[in-house]
């Protein structure tokens, strides 16, 4: 067992939080507000080679992992960089995965943005987290696995957490990479790379959110003393720093059980969307309501914290239905139909 | 980065299941469940024996030569099969702080005994009026000539009625309030003047009331300097709160999995209706959180670092939530106790449900471990107002 991340992960870590905390400021995720994407920031990450860091060297990327790639939503995640990350991240990989050269090559160069359409319904019944800025998504159709382009006519759905969403009609197809059950497996791995990326987001947001939280009850007084010694300010901050730490174990763990195969690599990837999620959604709300009035105001940072925590969970899945998946993976199949049963 | 359990912890784990396999007993798992003594002898020198009751210490000093999650993978495997194991884990805390700092006739004086599982000691700190606030301690300490006369009342003295000494906190300086002016001796508990009386409690254990009256205890016996039971009290606390709680809610969890996974007589599992699973999938989330949580106290320690209270509190706080919301799922039959032959999974449901609460009590209340965390962690102001009246 080593939990320590390696000096080279040290180095990828303090790289992107530089990055984001630099170029993912406040004044710039409001400006970059409704749509929810900043062009320039988007360029500044393709330019340190992000999108290239967990492909092959053989295909032109670093050769490095998925736990990397962790490192850089957490940081992402931070300071809610307004970029598609977990989605982009993961078809990356499938384009490598399949070896789809030009497609690998425009999106690692910035050129595309190619992203994930992580629902199995039909496309045009999906809302896509990255729509509205895409020029490509990789898809899941019936039994292939296809990249289709950008339909001539795209319009953003504005929305609570300033996501780039939006729906695809009549999205034409570019290529297919694969078919049958190679198709659907490795479908499932990006929808688990996302699961933990998405984790890695929430956690890093989770952190900021805390900290925010807690540097204002460290200096906002009431009733003649800072509201970080009133133990129902400062409690749940602690417990959702306890519970902050552990989401961030369980992505480690998930990542680790991806890149060494491991059989509860699954489930993992499930628990840790699961608790990332509600934990992020828990800490930006406490953290915003002991801001009292002020957390509500549009001026305060910690207000895009809680719009946020609750977008980058649910765009992905209901947490619920996890849940249900999670029991899948866990425990095996239903053998039963139990749905109405009174023991 | 490595997750994989390490292949020394399987190493000792299947050691400890061959020595409870030989020594914790249905004899003596049925006198723990009756008693709730939470200590025997015999399993005590047979640990002893194995250098596994001061397990991290050299093998010199009779230990093992263990790190930190080998120790407590130890106990765990004792606790899982039913055997007591509050008697020596209760009896390290105090061990470890008269090995730090203690002097060396004191600590050559017991030391070796505590190593060999001859020595019990358990700890008076908590009294009638003072719980999470610890050093609201009355009991006083008077020194006369070469020795001291104690007189005052401690509070859930577990195992008090079978110890060889306690490790209590008196008050030396008459005039002082709250940490200071405090001094640890180290009672032998067959000094005339010590009167027991037992306290039973709802989750089978049993423990104590003690009265000290005029109770004469040589200096031979004090713990560190006078008036500085606080620093030996810190050290003892933080053993305390950083322990990894090789999680009791991994071990609920695993009893309700099989539960749900084996069929009744109607051939029916209830691992397939869905209140079932969705409960289940999100219990196995806390446990591996809870497992993770303590395993990173694991591996800070042995890096050396100090891991904070973060798994001492989400560990005992999913126990407790857990243990109630399992009763739910499994149904009436869940509060059948282990006594009746009808009991489900041995009464297990049952039985951590009475005693699961007090996890998040003792060993440092929830709320001291989550003021500590927001004060250490998150440099918030301290929320405990310090004393400064008697």
């Known amino acids: 067992m080593n939990l320590d991340l390696s000096a080279e992960q040290m180095a990828v870590r303090e790289l992107f939080a530089d990055l984001f905390a630099n170029e993912s400021t406040p004044e710039r995720i409001r400006a970059a507000e409704p749509l929810g994407y900043d062009p320039a920031l ?23 992992g998925l736990l ?19 989605e982009v991240l993961a078809s990356v990989r499938l384009l490598a995965e399949f070896e789809a050269r030009d497609l690998l090559e425009e999106s690692m160069s910035g050129a595309k943005l190619v992203s994930l359409a992580t629902g199995t319904a039909s496309l045009a019944d999906q809302i896509l987290a990255d729509g509205a800025v895409a020029d490509y998504v990789i898809a899941l159709d019936g039994e292939r696995l296809v990249v289709l382009a950008r339909p001539a006519v795209v319009r953003h759905l504005t929305n609570a957490g300033s996501l780039p969403m939006a729906r695809w009609h009549d999205a034409t197809e570019v290529t297919e990479l694969a078919v049958g059950s190679r198709a659907r497996q490795s479908f499932d791995v990006a ?3 996302v699961r933990i990326l998405r984790s890695a987001l929430l956690v890093g947001l989770s952190f900021e959110a805390i900290e925010i939280g807690a540097a204002y009850a460290r200096v906002r007084r009431a009733f003649g003393l800072p509201i970080g010694g009133y133990q129902a300010v400062a409690h749940p901050l602690a417990d959702a720093i306890v519970a902050t730490d552990g989401a961030q174990l369980l992505t480690w763990k998930a990542c680790w059980a991806a890149a060494s195969r491991h059989a509860t690599a699954p489930s993992l990837a499930s628990m840790a969307f699961i608790f990332a999620g509600q934990t992020a959604c828990f800490a930006a709300q406490h953290s915003l309501h002991i801001h009292g009035g002020y957390g509500f105001m549009a001026e305060y940072d910690i207000q895009l914290y809680f719009r946020r925590s609750k977008a980058w969970q649910t765009i992905f899945a209901d947490p619920q239905l996890e849940l249900h998946g999670l029991a899948d993976r866990r425990f095996g199949p239903v053998l039963a139909d139990m749905a109405g049963d009174v023991s | 980065m490595d997750f994989a359990e390490p292949e020394n912890w399987s190493a000792i784990r299947a050691e400890a299941e061959a020595f409870v396999a030989e020594h914790v007993t249905d004899d003596m798992i049925r006198e723990e469940l009756a008693t709730g003594d939470g200590v025997s002898r015999p399993l005590l020198r047979a640990l002893g024996q194995r250098g596994w009751i001061a397990a991290t210490w050299p093998v010199a000093e009779g230990g093992a030569g263990l790190d930190g999650f080998e120790a407590s993978i130890i106990a765990a495997t004792i606790r899982l099969a039913g055997g007591p194991t509050i008697g020596q884990g209760t009896t390290m805390l105090p061990a470890n702080a008269i090995r730090a700092l203690a002097s060396e006739p004191l600590k050559q ?3 070796p005994s505590v190593a060999a599982g001859e020595t019990l000691i358990c700890l008076g700190y908590t009294e009638p009026e003072g719980g999470s606030d610890v050093f609201a301690c009355r009991t006083k300490a008077v020194a006369d000539g070469d020795s001291w006369v104690i007189n005052g009342q401690k509070m859930f003295t577990t195992f008090a009625h079978l110890a060889d000494f306690c490790f209590l ?8 309030h709250g940490p200071r002016g405090l001094t640890m001796f180290l009672v032998p508990m067959d000094t005339p003047g010590i009167e027991r009386q037992a306290v039973r409690t ?27 039971g606080l620093r030996v009290m810190r050290v003892a606390l933080e053993a305390e709160q950083n322990i990894a709680p090789a999680s009791k809610t991994t071990q609920l969890f695993n009893t309700a999995l099989a539960w749900a996974q084996t069929p009744d007589r109607s051939g029916r599992r209830m691992i397939d209706s869905p209140a079932v699973r969705e409960r289940l999938a999100r219990f196995a989330i806390d446990a591996e959180v809870a497992e993770l949580l303590g395993h990173r106290v694991a591996f800070i320690e042995q890096i050396g670092g100090k891991p904070g209270p973060h798994a001492a509190l989400f560990g005992p706080e999913s126990y407790v939530a857990w243990a109630a919301a ?9 509060m059948i106790a282990w006594s009746d032959d009808e ?7 049952e039985y951590h449900f009475r005693s699961a609460v007090a996890s998040t009590i003792y060993g440092g209340s929830s709320e001291v471990l989550r003021s500590l965390i927001a004060e250490q962690r998150l440099g918030l102001p301290r929320s405990r107002p310090r004393t400064t009246q008697a």
Do not use: H
Not at chain 1, 42 to 63: F, Y
Not at chain 2, 207 to 212: A, D, E, K, S
């Open chain 2, 169 to 176: 906190l008196t008050r030396t300086d008459p005039e002082s």
């Open chain 2, 202 to 228: 709802m989750g089978y254990e049993r423990t104590n009331i003690v009265f000290y009256k005029d109770v004469r205890v040589s200096d031979f016996y004090r713990v560190g300097d006078v008036n500085d």
């Open chain 2, 109 to 111: 004086r017991i030391l």
């Open chain 2, 343 to 349: 009991a489900v999974s041995g009464g297990s449901f």
């Open chain 1, 68 to 86: 990397e790639l962790v490192l850089l939503a957490e940081e992402a995640g931070r300071r809610l960089a307004s970029i598609p990350i977990a």
């Open chain 1, 191 to 193: 929808c688990d790379e």
């Open chain 1, 42 to 64: 988007w360029a500044q990450l393709i330019g340190t080679g992000a999108l290239g860091i967990a492909v092959p060297e053989g295909l032109g990327g670093a050769g490095a």
């Open chain 2, 326 to 334: 399992v009763i739910d799922m499994v149904g009436p039959a869940a």
